[in-house]
């Protein structure tokens, strides 16, 4: 394909084209510069790689590797350059558009005004959940279910929770949580509870189910995870974002990261607060309305949502067949692949999510992220995908391949290393040859190959600081104090970055061996890891460190100084992901501002209520939900009501649902724990 990236779709359906910003968007001007944006990345990348190859770092990395295993070693360095450079530049490209502000491409450009919101333009928030936290699920939808009511555009929306869960005692929790918040928040008739049977395809069936039932009733679709919030003047600005920007399929907000106690949340909710915002204005600057989908805090247009979306299974067998995991981006690209635009609207505030608590929850979520992206690649050459999403497949696979390559890149240094100093050097490398080959050892071109690098990977931090420093730092803990943490904040991805490279190579090889990925849901709340579950998880790292560190000592101590940030860093994984999961140190580093965030400085009312109704409903939990479900009247009646028909019988299941039932008749909890009792007549 040639020619204008948004032109060669072969079955474009855009009339009139996107323009999002106003009338004097023509066509053909943006045509032109949707060509120019979407060339220029990897214009940039390639043209700077081209500009170390012939003049510094490709010369100079020839000149410091000795010759045995460069082709190798030049090869993975070279791909993992570009991939660095292609964030520099992303970033450097939203660091332009967040300092200036006037690129009239948009989509929140699109002045939405405080119009009335057309009684046709109906929006269903639904909420996918499967064995949550549930006090914090039900407090996130009543803090944003407030916040709409708060808009006088209630009658507008209508929200659902979509359960996936197949534990007795949470499925119970659900349905009592759901009564609650109704019953609390006028929500009868606009919050609605529903918990399928049939548990297929994970969360794309969920929303599939949703959409074959109910779809047809509404306009549009905002779909939410289990711990997002958001207002109710942002949800009120999505929908009329849609109705001023009819050729647009979806458009997704910048989720900011708030919530979260422990001292590594604090500091990922810190990076992705500070540095996040550069990336996602560079990812509009270059994708514009060929842009990204994250699977929630995002509205849909739910006709060709319907019409288009739809996921099959990919054909095959083995790890990469069956049922399409990471759905998101591949939903994003059917969309476009449609003719309807996608777009991110990274300047709209009210729209939030939590991180996971600690360093392997984080993995752990990973793990399934990085088997879907690498399922997904499946899909970069099906027909009709557009560039710019085939683009999308490509660096979900490089977020997760780029960390093999990175091992294999260290460990053929090693292996050169290990090369040169066991074996004899060869001087005469061809026969008849008059003049030996001396080998060139180039310190200073060392350095400044190693520099280059290190400024391509932290100069955005830097840029974001100088971004908060022209805006305003007072909402950071001021200037000094955002600065320190820009610094603690990079000492600690130091620190982690070889770890998730282990980390993530296990991933990338569990995929490709087929074993079987997890599924379980991520941690919502606070977690602290033990010093037992580190030691599980991390002691394979740590004795790969002190092996790695004792083998170079043994080639070439004065080496160790260059490997130290990644053997240094394997041998402290197991305290720093202690140390790091602590709530207290979280707590403390906050009383002294650092990691500060404007949501922790000056909490939009949203938030509040959230963590308001959480710990209300932590106090008021329904445990041993099953138990009493069987003994307590109400909670039977509740369950009863509640329940679905079943389409046949299975001889274990009725076994098992016995002997559950027996259980519970024995083990019923005492009269004094039992909830205050409501009517019956209320749930009948």
Request: aromatic content about 12%.
């Amino acid at each position: 394909m040639n020619g204008c990236c948004r032109c060669a779709l072969a079955h474009r359906r855009f009339d009139p084209p996107l323009h999002p910003a106003g009338a004097d968007a023509g066509p053909d001007h943006r045509g032109r510069l949707v060509h120019e944006r979407h060339h220029a990345v990897p214009g940039l990348v390639a043209g700077r790689f081209d500009e170390i190859r012939n003049q510094t770092l490709l010369q100079t990395a020839t000149q410091v590797l000795p010759y045995a295993l460069q082709t190798s070693i030049l090869i993975m360095f070279g791909i993992l350059f570009c991939w660095v450079s292609a964030g520099f530049w992303t970033a450097l490209m939203g660091f332009l558009e967040l300092l200036t502000g006037h690129d009239k491409y948009r989509i929140s450009g699109k002045s939405a005004g405080d119009e009335p919101i057309p009684k046709e333009a109906r929006t269903a928030l639904v909420m996918p959940i499967c064995n949550e936290d549930v006090p914090r699920v039900f407090a996130g939808l009543r803090a944003t279910f407030e916040s709409v009511a708060a808009t006088g555009d209630l009658d507008r929306f209508d929200f659902f929770v979509l359960s996936d869960s197949n534990d007795a005692d949470i499925c119970i929790a659900e349905q009592q949580a759901w009564l609650d918040v109704c019953r609390e928040a006028g929500g009868f008739g606009k919050i609605f509870y529903r918990r399928r049977r049939r548990r297929v395809k994970r969360k794309s069936g969920n929303l599939d189910d949703f959409c074959r039932r109910w779809g047809g009733d509404y306009k549009y679709m905002v779909v939410l995870d289990a711990d997002s919030v958001m207002s109710g003047e942002c949800l009120t600005s999505l929908v009329r974002l849609m109705e001023a920007t009819p050729d647009a399929g979806i458009i997704q907000t910048a989720p900011r990261a708030s919530g979260m106690d422990t001292l590594y949340a604090r500091m990922q909710q810190f990076a992705t607060r500070v540095y996040g915002p550069l990336f996602t204005a560079g990812l509009h600057f270059w994708q514009l309305g060929e842009s990204h989908y994250w699977g929630h805090n995002a509205i849909i247009r739910m006709k060709p949502f319907i019409e288009h979306c739809a996921l099959a299974p990919l054909p095959g067998k083995g790890a990469f067949a069956g049922s399409i995991l990471s759905h998101d981006f591949v939903e994003a690209a059917l969309m476009r692949r449609a003719g309807w635009g996608v777009w991110i609207a990274y300047d709209l505030p009210g729209s939030y999510e939590e991180l996971p608590p600690n360093l392997l929850d984080e993995l752990k979520r990973d793990r399934r992220w990085c088997h879907g992206n690498l399922m997904n690649f499946r899909l970069f050459l099906v027909k009709g995908m557009h560039p710019v999403h085939r683009a999308v497949f490509l660096t979900g696979v490089m977020s997760y391949l780029s960390a093999p390559l990175w091992f294999l890149f260290l460990v053929l240094s090693t292996a050169l290393l290990a090369v040169n100093t066991l074996m004899e050097p060869q001087y005469f490398m061809a026969p008849r040859q008059l003049y030996p080959l001396w080998p060139q050892w180039h310190p200073d071109k060392a350095v400044a190959l190693f520099s280059t690098t290190i400024v391509l990977l932290f100069l955005p931090k830097l840029l974001s600081i100088i971004l908060i420093w022209a805006k305003g730092a007072k909402e950071f803990g001021g200037k000094f104090k955002v600065t320190m943490s820009m610094l603690l904040e990079m000492l600690f991805s130091m620190l982690l970055a070889p770890v998730r490279m282990i980390f993530h190579t296990r991933f990338v090889l569990a995929a490709f061996l087929g074993w079987a990925a997890t599924w379980n849901s991520p941690k919502r709340d606070d977690d602290s890891t033990t010093w037992g579950e580190a030691f599980k998880r991390h002691g394979t790292q740590t004795l790969l460190g002190f092996l790695w560190a004792l083998l170079v000592v043994w080639l070439n101590p004065s080496f160790l100084w260059w490997l130290v940030p990644i053997v240094g860093s394997l041998m402290l994984s197991i305290p720093v992901s202690v140390i790091s999961s602590r709530v207290n140190l979280g707590l403390k580093s906050r009383d002294e501002s650092l990691f500060l965030i404007p949501e922790e400085y000056n909490p939009p009312q949203a938030l509040l209520s959230t963590d308001k109704y959480t710990h209300e409903n932590r106090w008021h939990a329904l445990h041993d939900g099953f138990v009493r479900s069987v003994v307590d009247p109400q909670q039977n009646a509740l369950a009863c009501a509640l329940a679905t028909s079943r389409h046949g019988k299975a001889e274990p299941i009725e076994y098992l649902r016995a002997e559950r039932v027996r259980h519970s008749l024995k083990v019923a909890p005492p009269a004094s724990t039992t909830p205050n009792a409501w009517p019956c007549s209320a749930i009948r």
